[in-house]
């Protein structure tokens, strides 16, 4: 069951909110398409009721515009890291379900923990090549490229022609710097906000105010566009 659940839940969460665009990881591409589906056959279905009732946006499909109420939200994959897989396994994409915690980086993790993990990321004895083309067949060092093009905002090749021919001796010293500079801020802002309870409830509470106003509205415009309620 939860296995179509979980699609399907995903896609009432953008919808009730007539997302246009989302942040999604590469692997969450697939739940997307649903919701695209699901928004595109209530459009199809309902047209001439979302022209009468006024309700349509103007949204393009293809090359053509069209007018509906849901938009056909697109995803945001941004960067040269869309998906980072495992620091013990580069086939594997990082999770925080792997038993290892040596596998991941936790974004509450301090930084002596980030500069250990790097160290001990999983890696093989060549050093690393000039070019993309030489990281194939090489997942860990591929991995481990990607992460530090993300973390340090530039392309995969600028990371190739500054360590190429390094060895991992090198290489890592370099990523476990970068990880803690620009990682460990967001623990130690993690823990200061943790620590006052009454702010993170705050915080809480006026997001699902304003949420639920949002859904709210969304939700009672799809009743009057399917007839369960008069207007």
């Known amino acids: 069951v939860g296995l179509f659940a979980y699609p399907t839940l995903m896609a009432a969460d953008i919808l009730a909110y007539r997302a246009t665009h989302v942040p999604v990881g590469d692997d969450q591409k697939q739940h ?112 481990l490229v990607t992460i530090y093009a993300a973390l340090a905002e530039i392309s995969r090749e600028k990371v190739m022609s500054e360590f190429g021919g390094q060895q991992f001796s090198v290489f890592k010293p370099a990523l476990a710097d970068l990880a803690v500079e620009k990682l460990a801020p967001i623990a130690g802002e993690m823990r200061r906000i943790s620590a006052d309870a009454a702010y993170v409830d705050a915080v809480l509470r006026d997001g699902g105010e304003r949420a639920g106003v949002q859904a709210e509205a969304t939700l009672k415009s799809v009743k009057r566009i399917v007839g369960m309620i008069g207007g």
Do not use: C, H
Not at 55 to 77: A, D, H, Q, R, S
């Open 32 to 143: 997307l398409e649903l919701t695209r589906d699901i928004a595109q056959k209530f459009n199809n279905d309902f047209s001439a009721r979302i022209a009468d009732l006024g309700l349509g946006v103007e949204m393009m499909m293809g090359e053509e515009k069209v007018n509906g109420f849901f938009p056909l939200t697109e995803p945001l994959i941004e960067g040269p890291a869309p998906r980072v897989m495992s620091l013990r396994e580069g086939t594997k994409k990082m999770s925080k379900s792997d038993p290892s915690d040596l596998s991941r980086i936790n974004l509450t993790d301090d930084a002596d923990t980030i500069a250990k993990k790097i160290r001990k990321a999983k890696t093989d004895p060549a050093p690393l090549p000039s070019e993309l083309d030489g990281l194939k067949e090489r997942p860990e060092a591929d991995n």
